[in-house]
């Protein structure tokens, strides 16, 4: 029940594409879902975040889509451009308890 | 505002040796994280601390001990490494008040144990 599920563990687009990582979990207990960005050699960095009352949010080309019935929840990141190449990791949390974190995603954006 | 820190960005250790990581925040943040990040598995929680004078285990804290030494630092030692602990460690602090687990990263470290 601790667990979140990501997919796909790597994934290739070509630039100006639509880049879509998709997250799965059990524990509907989970109040907060976000999204971390890694570049090679650095920490992960927060890149947007949602909580399970909407169904989605915006913040320029990131867009996270949230199905609390399905217990999942996507990244949407619009006009894929190469320096989007990153790895990408949802999470999950409860209150202030720890963050339960995905496997990663690692895109590549082809120019 | 130099954020999350870690030293050293890089160490190989032989079995059985010890040392001792460190992190430091200068953003007045309560709670700091060690988490080891391995490939295909994420971020795994070795311990964390809720605030100055405490400290909790989390997925993974065996083979690990950990000190809060203000509120500024808090360390991670490995007292005899092992090859199962060659990874990229990383700190990570979250601001006090916030409703949601907002976390900042240091820029990690990358141990190897040979």
């Known amino acids: 029940q601790q667990q979140v599920k990501q997919s796909p563990q790597s994934l290739i687009v070509q630039k100006g594409g639509i880049s879509i990582i998709n997250c799965a979990y059990e524990?509907?207990?989970?109040?907060?879902f976000p999204w971390y960005q890694q570049f090679p050699g650095k920490g992960p960095a927060l890149l947007i975040a949602i909580r399970p009352d909407v169904s989605e949010k915006k913040e320029g080309r990131f867009t996270i889509s949230f199905n609390k019935s399905a217990k999942q929840f996507s990244l949407h990141i619009m006009d894929s451009q190469p320096g989007d190449s990153a790895t990408y990791f949802c999470a999950a949390s409860w209150g202030n308890y720890q963050l339960i974190w995905g496997a990663g995603t690692k895109l590549i954006i082809k120019p | 505002n130099a954020g999350v820190t870690q030293t050293p960005k890089f160490q190989v250790l032989k079995t059985g040796q010890s040392m001792t990581l460190q992190c430091a925040q200068d953003?007045?943040?309560?709670?700091m994280y060690w988490y080891r990040q391995d490939p295909g598995m994420g971020l795994r929680l070795i311990y964390y601390?809720?605030?100055?004078?405490?400290?909790d285990k989390g997925e993974v804290p065996n083979g690990y001990n950990v000190s809060r030494l203000n509120k500024r630092e808090f360390s991670l030692r490995l007292e005899s490494a092992a090859p199962s602990q060659t990874s990229v460690y990383f700190c990570a602090s979250r601001p006090s008040g916030r409703t949601y687990n907002e976390q900042f990263f240091g820029p990690g470290t990358r141990l190897t144990v040979l």
């Open positions: 524990n509907t207990a989970f109040d907060y």
């Open positions: 601390s809720a605030s100055e004078g405490t400290t």
């Open positions: 953003m007045n943040h309560n709670s």
